[in-house]
Structure formats: C-alpha cells, structure tokens
C-alpha cells in the first residue's frame, strides 16, 4: 500500500526508545508496505533535533515526515513536552502527531489532547492485535486521511 504525496515517498517519524517496540512497527509497516520511509530516532531530544534540523540534523537535507508516531516516556525530552513543542511551532504545527503508548493512563491522554495531539492509541501487549494495529494506521493515515502536503 505504499503511497506518495505529490511524487514523494510517504516518510513517518517514529520515536520510540523501546528497540523491541520500534523493531514491531517497522516490520509491521514493511510487511503491510505502509510506508516507503521510516525515520526512527530513540529519545525525545533527537525528534526534535530531527523536527528543528539542529544538532546532528543541522547540515543535512531532511524530509519533512508526513506523521509522527510518539511514545510518550522518553529519555532526554519526555514525549508530552516533544508534541507541545512541535504543535507550538508555526512550522510544524500540521503535522499530524499520532501518540503510540504502553499507558492508558487518563491523565495522559487527556494531556495529549489538551497538547493538540491528533490520536492517541494505546499498544496492545498482543503480537497479533500490535500487527493489526499497525496495518490498521498506516492505512488510515497514509491512504484515508489528507494532510497539507497531499494536495
């Protein structure tokens, strides 16, 4: 189901500190072709390194991702705080942040709702139902929803 946006390979931003986690997604999006790129980077600070182009991003000619896909408990800059600064920015503010936690906690949630977050889904512990899960958002992000650069 690879897509492309104006001639451009559809390019996801996963930011998970988990390597067991990140491995799932990426796989799960390989296996269903979600995507054509997957940027993953494992702590807060380095999204919005990736995001700003500063740090070790500086000098280099980024993509921007077509979505985010944040844990919330990350080392160095907690995910609540990387999903307010990016929808504080004016320039990234359209980007569609998805949250991909372990915590269903309401506070949580209701914090990344109140931070502008445009979905929130808790992973499932189940192989089966993560994989599902994955096939699941990817088409509705890539496929079905319409974002600024898809027009």
Same mark, same amino acid.
């Given at each position: 189901?690879?897509?492309?946006? !104006?001639?451009?390979? +559809?390019?996801? +931003?996963? %930011?998970?500190? !988990?390597?067991a986690h990140a491995e799932l997604?990426?796989?799960? *999006?390989?296996?269903?072709?979600v995507s054509n790129r997957v940027t993953h980077v494992q702590d807060g600070q380095a999204a919005l390194d990736y995001l700003f182009k500063q740090g070790? =991003?500086?000098k280099l000619e980024l993509a921007r991702p077509h979505v985010v896909l944040l844990d919330l408990r990350l080392p160095k800059v907690d995910g609540l705080d990387v999903l307010r600064q990016i929808k504080t920015s004016d320039d990234l503010n359209k980007i569609p942040v998805v949250? +991909?936690?372990?915590?269903?906690?309401?506070k949580d949630i209701a914090k990344a709702y109140e931070y502008s977050? !445009?979905? =929130? %889904?808790v992973k499932p512990?189940? *192989?089966?139902? *993560?994989?599902?899960?994955?096939?699941?958002?990817? =088409?509705y992000w890539?496929?079905? !929803?319409k974002n600024p650069w898809s027009e």
């Open positions: 189901m690879s897509e492309r946006v !104006n001639g451009e390979s +559809l390019h996801i +931003l996963l %930011v998970e500190d !988990n390597e997604v990426m796989r799960s *999006f390989e296996h269903h072709r070790q =991003y500086a949250i +991909l936690s372990t915590s269903a906690a309401e977050a !445009n979905s =929130y %889904v512990l189940d *192989f089966d139902k *993560f994989e599902q899960l994955m096939d699941d958002m990817g =088409y890539m496929a079905w !929803n």
